[in-house]
């Protein structure tokens, strides 16, 4: 992609230098030709070299299309955070060529604050007003406000997958829940003797806590199979996040077990307050 900045650009816009130097007033018409490429750009057309003071054909047909490197600038995501960075030409505004402008109908104009934004809307008006009262100035927002626009889709997916969720694992706890009530009550002579017998509170309870967890277990090692299986589709809505992250498979894991032992507990407290003597004579 090409870029048409004056000097300054790349400090306010925060796109750190990787090496050469910034557009200056004496990269004007008429002048050398140069061009800053970013660092992608740089290793595809001079791989394992320095391109400072090299030559690259960009943007124009002829002589003049030739540009010196002065400058490698870092990549930047301009197509979405999702999107792997592509290749970026910086050229002079001062110097952009008449073909240029047949691409372009938009000029965009950066400002950082150490204030509000806001603030500067109205004096920012007022100074392109300025220079030419037929230029509108327009779709004025923060980078935060662009940011955000850009993740706008991938946050309502995440929402709309976090929902979903939540009331998985709602259902989830509630069959457990039921299941272990069922099976408390199918089994209640047995943990009766059991108890008459000499088993504890406690043994009872890590009975009915085990013929819980283990089917739990079985299931979560086989949605981490699947989970594995789709990384390829997870990793369009994951952005600096591996869909084989180990912490958060780990953490998936610990919240699946902790809400079957939560839901899981009560039937198996219920269990080990069963009274033994009644629980023999119930049949």
Excluded at 77 to 89: D, Q
């Amino acid at each position: 992609m090409v870029r048409l900045p004056s000097p300054g650009y790349f400090e306010t816009a925060g796109i750190t230098f990787i090496s050469g130097r910034d557009f200056s007033a004496a990269d004007g018409f008429g002048r050398a030709r140069v061009v800053i490429v970013s660092e992608n750009t740089a290793k595809k057309f001079f791989p394992g070299q320095d391109p400072i003071g090299k030559r690259i054909s960009c943007c124009e047909p002829g002589p003049d299309g030739e540009k010196l490197v002065i400058g490698v600038a870092g990549d930047i995501r301009s197509r979405g955070p999702a999107l792997t960075p592509g290749a970026e030409f910086y050229l002079p505004f001062a110097q952009a060529p008449d073909v240029v402008w047949n691409w372009f109908r938009t000029v965009y104009v950066v400002v950082r604050t150490a204030g509000d934004p806001a603030a500067l809307v109205k004096p920012l008006n007022a100074a392109v007003t300025s220079i030419d009262r037929d230029l509108p100035l327009f779709d004025v927002r923060t980078m935060d406000q662009r940011l955000a626009g850009s993740l706008a889709t991938a946050r309502f997916n995440t929402l709309l997958l976090s929902l979903l969720g939540a009331v998985g694992l709602l259902l989830a706890a509630s069959g457990i829940y039921g299941v272990i009530a069922y099976f408390v009550s199918q089994r209640t002579q047995e943990i009766g003797v059991r108890m008459a017998l000499g088993a504890t509170a406690s043994s009872v309870v890590r009975l009915v806590l085990g013929q819980a967890l283990r089917p739990v277990a079985a299931g979560a090692v086989l949605g981490v199979a699947v989970a594995l299986g789709a990384s390829r589709v997870l990793s369009s809505q994951l952005f600096g996040v591996s869909p084989t992250d180990p912490l958060t498979i780990a953490a998936v894991l610990a919240t699946l077990i902790g809400v079957a032992m939560l839901a899981s507990i009560v039937p198996a407290r219920r269990a080990a307050a069963i009274d033994p003597t009644r629980a023999l004579q119930s049949e």
